[in-house]
């Protein structure tokens, strides 16, 4: 591999652009204009796509999945949409790494052939195309995380995950943009730029799984996995208010993923999906556990999906701050509705002590510099490419010897089980908390992954989801008698609070179960909506 970082990321930009048709690609006459901040109305208002295509994408995956099976609706037809959607949304939002544009028609051909020959669906995602984070190893194409030295790098087999997919008949069409090693909390890096929310291009979309939460948003896909090590899920999908989970490590196959730091485990990354739907997401979750994936992944825990029943009255605790950094005025008031909806509706509720996420947090940290930053200016040296200012830790960073990563683990596990005596003696069936503080924030301004990285270092099943409330900039201002910020950091991002900014912005919360809870999560949280609602 020759030439400069600058070079090879100029030539994997054109080559994503030259993968797109001419067919797809926007009549200059139609492209929005670069002061459009929401282009999520772009599909029906420019005239370029058919009545079909829209409703198609408009659809979730539970609508469009049984017109598959029974062939009413050709996995062709559908696949040729939402690679029609995805190329739109990357052409306005920067949100893709990679296509397959035509191995995904050719695979939806042959399932619609199969179809015709009466030999049935081939699975539970016969014919649906779904979407995968970069990172996830799809044969014949990068996996960049970002880096340029990965650039015409090629994957030989295929991620256990995708596989499985594959396998159960889905149409894989697309990998979508991540930051710099999926280590910073927006999706933006050196090789393909960055990915911007199409709710409003003035925001970021989140990271690092902020290229699939841009192309679900856009409905470029019905349906799409990310990955989460502090936040990866969960943050993006607030930023874009749609719904995820981020798992127990061992619930889903994590196998044939690249990492960004490649042996760190002291924090384990897991996937997870993301949808506009909560039903979509249960679907998928039933799914992929009722395949065994533990057959094919020697990490994946052989627990099948368990029928859980709640009780009648949830005891949930509410995590109002988490001692570091104040959620701004709009993520405030959502947690305040939401926690007086599930009272009104019977549910206990009770104030959750912020102790100890600070030193969760400060854990995370120390494990992902652990190895002094090398694993990412190993990358980043074979191209002399720059490291992002956005990683400054990373170049400041001490390797730890042997021995102080041990006693980094020992630290884990107590903090760990602290967290766990803390929650059985209260009795609480979850927590309710911000998932970061903002509803979304400028491109460039994020800042502080606490309410997110803590459940990580905990291992715990954490769901992000919409509440259906939005910013109000004429409601969620600053008062005068706010409180006294909690820290340096607290108080620049209260100096760089803009209510107009994120005007209208859906605004998501975050539902935390225990360990490889992962079934009782989503029924919480149907409970939650309902309350809502």
């Not at 999908?237 to 196998?255: D, M």
């Not at 990373?394 to 903090?415: D, N």
């Not at 991002?493 to 998501?508: C, D, F, L, Q, T």
């Amino acid at each position: 591999m020759g030439g400069t970082w600058e070079a090879l990321a100029a030539k994997k930009r054109q080559d994503l652009l030259n993968s797109i048709p001419e067919d797809w690609r926007i009549p200059s006459h139609l492209l929005p204009p670069a002061s459009q901040n929401d282009i999520t109305g772009f599909p029906e208002t420019s005239g370029w796509f058919t009545r079909e295509e829209l409703d198609i994408t408009n659809s979730t995956a539970l609508e469009l999945l049984p017109r598959l099976a029974s062939g009413s609706l050709k996995s062709e037809t559908v696949t040729r949409a939402f690679c029609k959607r995805a190329a739109a949304a990357h052409q306005l939002v920067n949100c893709l790494s990679e296509t397959c544009f035509d191995r995904a028609i050719e695979t939806a051909k042959a399932l619609d052939q199969r179809l015709a020959n009466g030999l049935g669906p081939v699975g539970s995602f016969h014919g649906l195309p779904i979407s995968l984070k970069d990172n996830f190893h799809l044969r014949g194409l990068d996996s960049t995380v970002g880096f340029t030295s990965f650039v015409g790098d090629p994957a030989q087999d295929d991620a256990e995950l995708a596989n499985l997919l594959i396998k159960a008949g889905a149409v894989v069409y697309v990998k979508t943009n991540v930051p710099t090693a999926m280590m910073i909390a927006e999706s933006v890096n050196n090789t393909f730029g960055r990915t911007v929310n199409p709710r409003n291009r003035q925001l970021t979309s989140g990271g690092s799984s902020g290229g699939e939460s841009a192309l679900i948003t856009f409905k470029g896909s019905p349906l799409g996995v990310g990955t989460d090590i502090g936040g990866s899920l969960r943050i993006p999908a607030a930023c874009t208010g749609i719904f995820t989970l981020r798992p127990s490590f061992g619930r889903f196959p994590t196998l044939g993923c690249r990492s960004g730091l490649p042996g760190q485990e002291a924090v384990q990354s897991v996937n997870g999906p993301m949808t506009r739907s909560l039903f979509d997401l249960e679907y998928y979750c039933k799914a992929i556990v009722n395949f065994e994936p533990w057959h094919g992944d020697p990490r994946c825990l052989p627990i099948p999906w368990r029928r859980v029943t709640l009780p009648s009255k949830l005891k949930i605790a509410v995590l109002w701050h988490d001692g570091m950094v104040l959620p701004t005025p709009p993520v405030t008031r959502a947690l305040r509705q939401t926690a007086e909806k599930l009272r009104a509706a019977g549910h206990e509720l009770l104030d959750w002590s912020s102790e100890d996420h600070d030193l969760g947090t400060q854990l995370l940290g120390r494990m992902f510099v652990a190895d002094g930053g090398k694993s990412v200016f190993r990358e980043l040296g074979k191209t002399g490419e720059p490291l992002r200012p956005e990683m400054a830790d990373y170049g400041e960073a001490r390797e730890l010897g042997g021995f102080e990563y041990w006693q980094l683990h020992l630290e884990r596990i107590q903090f760990q089980k602290r967290y766990l005596d803390r929650w059985k003696k209260a009795g609480i069936d979850a927590i309710l908390a911000p998932v970061t503080p903002f509803s979304s924030v400028e491109n460039g301004k994020f800042k502080h992954v606490g309410y997110t990285g803590v459940y990580n270092v905990l291992d715990y099943a954490a769901m992000a989801f919409p509440t259906g409330i939005t910013v109000d900039q004429a409601v969620d201002v600053l008062q005068d008698d706010a409180p006294q910020p909690l820290s340096d950091l607290d108080q620049v991002i209260r100096s760089e609070y803009n209510a107009e900014a994120v005007h209208g912005m859906p605004i998501n919360l975050q539902l935390v179960a225990q360990r490889l809870e992962e079934e009782k999560c989503i029924e919480m949280c149907k409970v939650i909506i309902k309350a809502l609602n």
